[in-house]
């Protein structure tokens, strides 16, 4: 529970996206036909020529046991074609390439790793989102590690969806068992809103704690990563569908600044 990799669609201080995904598919494995010793199939199916589509013939990267090939390399150069047998396309309008090398290349099961830009509909990274909500790479390699609120509202939601602890049982929180029960007869909103709150309450508890002894093992908690209070905490039934809940909290740093939190959970009518 102490990753700092940002969980965050929106920036709570801009209220904008985090982090458009490029789309980038890094390092994938692909193989040799072993019929004409050219075409390219991605190795976890190799029915596919490409795993999705290609956006950008001047992205594309090919390394041969770790070396990068060229397109004109003498030996493996190799050309991207149309791919008109590839049908199952997740929208009309996608359209699939294949790697091709300009000459027979026989090698024995060698490591061919490609790298390309797709659409979002096939991006791995994203998982089709759209933005990066799990963690956001560096330029440099490794990931950029969030601080202040964005942090805040990190440890906010991993007190409220946290629901098992070997460890530590009491620093749970039960809504993750509310999910399927049914809304009314098993479950309210009220009980939703009561455990959200509880939750935030306990990890205000702990930061305060922590606050106490943070000075002697690196420095003062930063006053943008602690909660002050809890302004509120909502849990509705999203009218069009008696089955879903919204949840809805704002909590305070000792900065006076909000920070907001949400997600939707799924329930039984």
């Given at each position: 529970m102490s990753f700092d990799y940002n969980v965050l669609v929106i920036d709570p201080n801009t209220q904008q996206p985090i982090g458009a995904c490029d789309h980038e598919q890094s390092f994938e494995r692909y193989v040799v036909d072993f019929n004409d010793f050219r075409t390219l199939h991605y190795a976890q199916n190799t029915a596919l020529n490409t795993r999705a589509p290609i956006n950008?013939?001047?992205?594309?990267?090919?390394?041969?046991?770790?070396?990068?090939?060229?397109?004109d390399d003498p030996t493996y150069g190799w050309?991207?074609?149309?791919?008109?047998?590839?049908?199952?396309?997740?929208?009309?309008?996608?359209?699939?390439?294949k790697i091709v090398f300009?000459?027979?290349?026989?090698?024995?099961?060698?490591?061919?790793?490609?790298s390309y830009l797709t659409t979002q509909g096939y991006c791995l990274k994203c998982s089709g989102l759209g933005v990066l909500n799990d963690f956001k790479p560096e330029?440099?390699?490794?990931?950029?590690?969030?601080t202040q609120q964005a942090k805040l509202a990190?440890?906010?939601?991993?007190?409220?969806l946290t629901s098992r602890c070997a460890f530590y049982p009491s620093f749970v929180c039960p809504l993750k068992s509310y999910v399927g029960k049914k809304l009314g007869i098993q479950l309210t909103d009220t009980d939703i809103q009561t455990?959200?709150?509880?939750?935030?309450?306990?990890?205000q508890?702990?930061?305060q704690a922590q606050a106490t002894v943070q000075t002697t093992f690196g420095g003062n908690m930063d006053p943008l990563e602690m909660m002050k209070d809890i302004q509120f905490v909502t849990a509705e039934i999203d009218p069009n569908n008696p089955t879903s809940v919204q949840v809805q909290a704002v909590i305070s740093t000792f900065n006076g600044t909000s920070v907001p939190l949400s997600f939707?959970?799924?329930?039984?009518n």
């Open positions: 950008g013939f001047d992205m594309v990267r090919i390394w041969i046991r770790g070396e990068e090939i060229q397109p050309s991207i074609l149309l791919d008109p047998n590839r049908i199952d396309a997740y929208q009309t309008t996608d359209v699939f390439y300009n000459k027979a290349v026989r090698l024995v099961i060698p490591l061919i790793e490609v330029v440099g390699g490794g990931f950029l590690r969030i990190q440890k906010g939601l991993k007190w409220i455990s959200v709150t509880a939750a935030l309450n306990q990890m508890n702990v930061q939707q959970m799924m329930v039984n």
